[in-house]
T-cell receptor, first 114, second 117 residues
C-alpha cells in the first residue's frame, strides 16, 4: 500500500458525460500528479500540482481539468467524455518536486466510457 | 528532447534465474533521476528503485539492482533470483531537472516479464 488513495476504483459512464476522480496524497506529500494509462498511448503524464498550484502540464486535453485543494487532495474532472477517454487514471504523490523525488502511485481509477 | 526507450516488449525467465531489463534514455540535462516501477496484473504501480545522475554507485534494493552506465545512457534493471510474483510489466521512467519538466515523468513503453516455474 503506497498510502495514496483514489476513488472511485471503477467508473462506467456514457459518452458526453462528466466525471470527477478524486485523489488523496500520502500524508505530508505536497505534490500530486495525474497520469492516464491506455493500451494505445501507454502511460501519459497529464498534470502536476504542488501545494495547491499548478506546476506542469503534459498531454492534458482541454476537456480535462484538475485542482488541488487546501487539504492537498486533488480532483481530476473529465467532461464531454469520448470512447477514447476509457483508460486507467493514476494519481501519484511526492514530498516536493525535485529531480530525486520519488512518486508513489495510487491504485488507479478505471474509467469505461460506453 | 527527453526520451526513454525500453526495447524489450516481453520476456520469459525461469524461476530463481536473474533477468536484466533494458532501459536507455536521452537527455541533455546534467541533472536527472531514473526510476523503475512494477505494474502487476492487478494494475497498481509499485516503485522499485531510483538512481540519480550524480550518484557514484549503482542503486540496489533487495533483489533489485540498477546497472547505471552514464556514458552509454543506460539504466538497466537487474532482478536476481526471480520469483513467480515478479511476473508483471516493468516501466523505466526519467525525470529531468529543467524548469519546464520538473513536474513530468517520462515513462518507457514497458517490458512484460513472465516468470515460469
Amino acid at each position: 500500500d503506497s498510502g495514496v488513495t483514489q476513488t472511485p476504483k471503477h467508473l462506467i459512464t456514457a459518452t458526453g458525460q462528466r466525471v470527477t476522480l478524486r485523489c488523496s496524497p500520502r500524508s505530508g506529500d505536497l505534490s500530486v500528479y495525474w497520469y492516464q494509462q491506455s493500451l494505445d498511448q501507454g502511460l501519459q503524464f497529464l498534470i502536476h500540482y504542488y501545494n495547491g498550484e499548478e506546476r506542469a502540464k503534459g498531454n492534458i486535453l482541454e476537456r480535462f481539468s484538475a485542482q488541488q485543494f487546501p487539504d492537498l487532495h486533488s480532483e481530476l474532472n473529465l467532461s464531454s467524455l469520448e470512447l477514447g477517454d476509457s483508460a486507467l487514471y493514476f494519481c501519484a504523490s511526492s514530498v516536493v518536486t525535485g529531480v530525486t523525488d520519488t512518486q508513489y502511485f495510487g491504485p488507479g481509477t478505471r474509467l469505461t466510457v460506453l | 528532447a527527453q526520451k526513454i526507450t525500453q526495447t524489450q516488449p516481453g520476456m520469459f525467465v525461469q524461476e530463481k534465474e536473474a533477468v536484466t531489463l533494458d532501459c536507455t534514455y536521452d537527455t541533455s540535462d546534467p541533472s536527472y533521476g531514473l526510476f523503475w516501477y512494477k505494474q502487476p496484473s492487478s494494475g497498481e504501480m509499485i516503485f522499485l528503485i531510483y538512481q540519480g545522475s550524480y550518484d557514484q554507485q549503482n542503486a540496489t534494493e533487495g533483489r533489485y539492482s540498477l546497472n547505471f552506465q552514464k556514458a552509454r545512457k543506460s539504466a538497466n534493471l537487474v532482478i536476481s533470483a526471480s520469483q513467480l510474483g515478479d511476473s508483471a510489466m516493468y516501466f523505466c521512467a526519467m525525470r529531468t531537472g529543467t524548469t519546464d519538466s520538473w513536474g513530468k515523468f517520462q515513462f518507457g513503453a514497458g517490458t512484460q516479464v513472465v516468470v515460469t516455474p
